[in-house]
């Protein structure tokens, strides 16, 4: 099983527009859609051309885009709905499943 990258799945019902244009040109807007008050966007880190080489780094840059947003942004992310990390593998060699952990200070960062 191969990791693959991070991607950050964000919900609101306002606007992410202060928050994605923040972000930008760091990030890659996978998706994004408004659909009966209900904005969803799906980002990935575009820092390296070979990305985060675990799901720890991920997270962690995302943390420190996240903690250096200014105040507009910041206000968008705090009244967020859905924030949500999905760590991509490639599981199409054996094993197909696996039990996978982040580091305790990973989740630190995001929590604080």
Do not use: K
């Not at 659909?35 to 675990?54: F, K, M, Q, V």
């Amino acid at each position: 099983m191969t990791f693959l990258n991070v991607d950050l799945e964000i919900a609101s019902e306002t606007s992410l527009a202060p928050l994605l244009d923040a972000l930008l040109p760091t990030v890659v807007v996978l998706f994004h859609q408004a659909e009966s008050g209900r904005h969803h966007a799906t980002l990935e880190l575009d820092i390296d051309p070979c990305g985060p080489a675990n799901p720890d780094e991920g997270i962690l840059s995302f943390c420190r885009l996240i903690r250096a947003l200014a105040p507009e942004a910041r206000h968008c992310w705090n009244h967020l709905s859905l924030r949500q990390f999905d760590i991509g593998y490639d599981a199409s060699q054996p094993p197909h499943a696996t039990q996978m952990s982040l580091d305790t200070t990973t989740w630190w960062h995001w929590l604080r």
